[in-house]
């Protein structure tokens, strides 16, 4: 079965520092996905991208964080400037639409800002 | 708001026995309702949607309006179906899957 694939599966960096984190989704899919999870919480939507724009975003999803599709076949979120409450496994997604359409989810970075 | 409500952080059972898992959401129009499993060391995968009304590894899940619920069931648990499982709501085609809080699953032998 094809995968998401997600860099690095761990990122480590300082408070006020940029991130970028990086996700390849299956190829044939139209719709981009970023969740986060923070230790002991809940699986928490960030944003959706499809179409070369974003469709939708969280109240977390802030003028902190960004997202982009640049070549075609990465999909990025990109954290500028880093705080300790960003301290979380990131997931990105990405599925065909349709009804009822399954979401396929990368493994994960986690993400610890010191 | 849409909301999803898993009111059990964790449930053991023995191998053998039923097992069901809670699930209540809030929303007011017709929502699309998904189970997710991640097991140890493993990404988030689908493991049913209620509009296909399938039955994957022995679980089954029943949308019901009218209770706003979608608890899934399974009649003989097995060990290796020790995980978290997230209960899942999606409002239209593209759409946040909006989670519960999860529930862990831990089956004894």
């Known amino acids: 079965e094809p995968e998401v694939t997600q860099t690095p599966s761990h990122q480590v960096t300082q408070m006020g520092q940029e991130v970028i984190l990086r996700c390849v989704p299956i190829?044939?899919?139209?719709?981009f996905y970023w969740y986060r999870q923070i230790l002991g919480q809940k699986v928490e939507f960030l944003v959706s991208?499809?179409?070369?724009?974003?469709?939708?975003k969280s109240e977390i999803f802030d003028d902190q964080f960004s997202v982009e599709r640049p070549d075609g076949s990465n999909f990025t979120l990109k954290i500028r400037s880093t705080k300790l409450e960003d301290s979380a496994m990131y997931f990105c997604?990405?599925?065909?639409?349709?009804?009822?359409?399954?979401?396929?989810f990368g493994s994960g970075t986690q993400l610890s800002v010191l | 708001a849409q909301r999803v409500t898993q009111p059990e952080k964790l449930l053991s059972v023995f191998k053998g026995a039923p097992v069901e898992l809670k699930c209540n959401y809030s929303?007011?129009?017709?929502?699309?309702l998904f189970w997710y499993v991640q097991y140890s060391r493993q990404r988030l995968q689908l493991l049913l949607r209620h509009i296909s009304r399938e039955s994957i590894k022995g679980f089954t899940a029943d949308l019901n309006k009218g209770e706003t619920s979608f608890h899934l069931k399974k009649p003989f648990a097995q060990e290796e179906d020790s995980a978290m499982y997230y209960c899942a709501l999606k409002r239209n085609q593209g759409g946040k899957l909006i989670f519960g809080q999860g529930t862990e699953l831990s089956v004894k032998p």
């Open positions: 929303y007011s129009g017709s929502p699309e």
């Open positions: 991208f499809y179409n070369n724009e974003i469709s939708e």
């Open positions: 997604a990405s599925s065909d639409g349709g009804l009822g359409e399954k979401l396929f």
């Open positions: 190829s044939n899919h139209l719709y």
